[in-house]
């Protein structure tokens, strides 16, 4: 079994800034991708941004609405995904939930796993 334990989240005044962490733990050989969603009431999950370990690099990719704020990061080492969350907006507020593409667990399934998510909330 394979979990995403997220934390990091918060309320913050509007230009302020968070980082979430998200570990993964359990049995497994290794996590391809791993990223960052957001769902606020009313509105469809999306993507806000994700990496993607190739050999010894790292590819960051990033929705538009984060372009610029956001930063991404990776510790393979200790299975951790970051994100750096700078000048949030209103906007910004939402559940975000860590995923894990591409998990090659210990009994050899490919699996995609989901934390539970940290509550973002920006508001002065």
């Known amino acids: 079994q394979v979990q995403l334990v997220e934390s990091g989240g918060g309320l913050v005044q509007p230009g302020g800034s968070l980082r979430l962490s998200c570990a993964a733990s359990g049995s497994f050989f290794s996590i391809s991708a791993m990223g960052w969603y957001r769902q606020a009431p009313g509105k469809q999950r999306e993507l806000v941004a994700s990496?993607?370990?190739?050999?010894?690099?790292?590819?960051?990719d990033y929705a538009d609405s984060v372009k610029g704020r956001f930063t991404i990061s990776r510790d393979n080492a200790k299975n951790t995904v970051y994100l750096q969350m700078n000048s949030l907006e209103p906007e910004d507020a939402a559940v975000y939930l860590c995923?894990?593409?591409?998990?090659?667990?210990?009994?050899?399934?490919?699996?995609?796993?989901w934390g539970q998510g940290t509550l973002v909330t920006v508001s002065s």
């Open positions: 995923n894990a593409n591409r998990v090659v667990a210990g009994d050899g399934r490919v699996l995609e796993v």
């Open positions: 990496i993607t370990t190739i050999g010894n690099t790292d590819y960051a």
